[in-house]
């Protein structure tokens, strides 16, 4: 499994690189897409900062999860040039802008989240013995 490092971004970068950002993004955002690209954290970072994640996708059905982040493009920008009130139009925005916000979103997501698995109910776990409904 990729693993990188939350004080080194080129270290994210090697795992997500640019590129991969752009397609994902340009792919998030068709409307009949149903298939969601983006990247998994895995764990969370150890003493020295490094973390386990991975390039993922998932389906656009399933429950939205903090380890699971999508980069999302916007086409639309507001432009005032000579106008009382901001409007908006259609642009072809540059594929990696963003990235580098994407890439502090994952340092930050990584940072967060708790990821204790010794904390999670096991298989013989007195709640989740007998009949649920």
Same mark, same amino acid.
């Given at each position: 499994?990729?693993?990188?490092?939350?004080?080194?971004?080129?270290?994210?970068?090697?795992?997500?690189?640019? =590129?991969? &950002?752009?397609? =994902? $993004?340009?792919?998030?955002?068709?409307?009949?897409?149903?298939?969601?690209?983006?990247?998994?954290?895995?764990? *969370? %970072?150890?003493?020295?900062?490094? &973390?386990? &994640?991975?390039? $993922?996708?998932?389906?656009?059905?399933?429950?939205?999860?903090?380890?699971?982040?999508? %980069?999302?493009?916007?086409?639309?920008?507001?432009?005032?040039?000579?106008?009382?009130?901001?409007?908006?139009?259609?642009?072809?925005?540059?594929?990696?802008?963003?990235?580098? =916000?994407?890439? $502090? =979103?994952?340092?930050?997501? *990584?940072?967060? &989240?708790?990821?204790? %698995?010794?904390?999670? %109910?096991?298989?013989?776990?007195?709640?989740?013995?007998?009949?649920?409904?």
């Amino acid at each position: 499994m990729p693993t990188a490092n939350i004080q080194h971004r080129d270290t994210i970068e090697r795992v997500y690189p640019p =590129d991969a &950002f752009a397609s =994902d $993004a340009a792919q998030n955002g068709q409307v009949t897409n149903q298939i969601v690209r983006g990247v998994r954290i895995r764990s *969370a %970072p150890n003493a020295t900062g490094d &973390f386990d &994640f991975e390039r $993922a996708s998932q389906q656009v059905g399933e429950p939205a999860s903090p380890t699971f982040l999508a %980069p999302h493009r916007r086409e639309e920008r507001s432009i005032t040039a000579g106008r009382d009130g901001p409007a908006t139009e259609s642009t072809w925005p540059d594929p990696r802008e963003g990235y580098a =916000d994407f890439l $502090a =979103d994952i340092v930050s997501a *990584a940072s967060q &989240f708790g990821f204790e %698995p010794e904390k999670t %109910p096991g298989r013989d776990e007195p709640g989740l013995q007998g009949l649920r409904q």
